[in-house]
């Protein structure tokens, strides 16, 4: 594999052994419920997991590939900044799933 295929192009850094680098989606704080209702960032919700997009990975990682959206608990995160922009850190296992297009049509588009 290039270096290409395992980080977004520009990235200065090179991954190590299991290791994923993912883009959060979106911005933490206030969200909005499906009603339309605005939830600000303090109000308690318990243990809510996040979406990221996996913008590199290391030469071990096996279900995951750059690109790939990936559902880690945000409270198990180093976070790094690259170039001004922030990133997470992640070891393969703290990831608990992976939504990708390139699974079957006809399967959920979740995989572990």
């Given amino acids: 594999m290039t270096a290409d295929q395992h980080t977004e192009q520009g ?15 979106g911005i933490e704080g206030e969200r909005r419920s499906t009603a339309g ?4 960032a303090t ?12 913008v590199g990975v290391g030469p ?8 790939d959206r990936v559902l880690f608990d945000p409270d198990d995160r180093s976070e790094v900044e690259l170039h001004g922009r922030e ?13 990708a297009e390139r699974v079957q ?8």
């Fill in 11 to 25: 990235l200065p850094i090179r991954l190590l052994h299991d290791r994923v680098l993912v883009r959060l989606e």
């Fill in 43 to 54: 109000a308690s919700v318990g243990k809510r997991l996040s979406w990221a997009s996996a």
């Fill in 60 to 67: 071990n990682v096996r279900s995951i590939v750059v690109g």
């Fill in 87 to 99: 990133y997470v850190l992640l070891r393969e296992r703290d990831v608990h799933a992976v939504a």
């Fill in 105 to 112: 049509p006809d399967a959920t588009g979740l995989y572990l």
């Fill in 37 to 40: 209702i605005v939830i600000p």
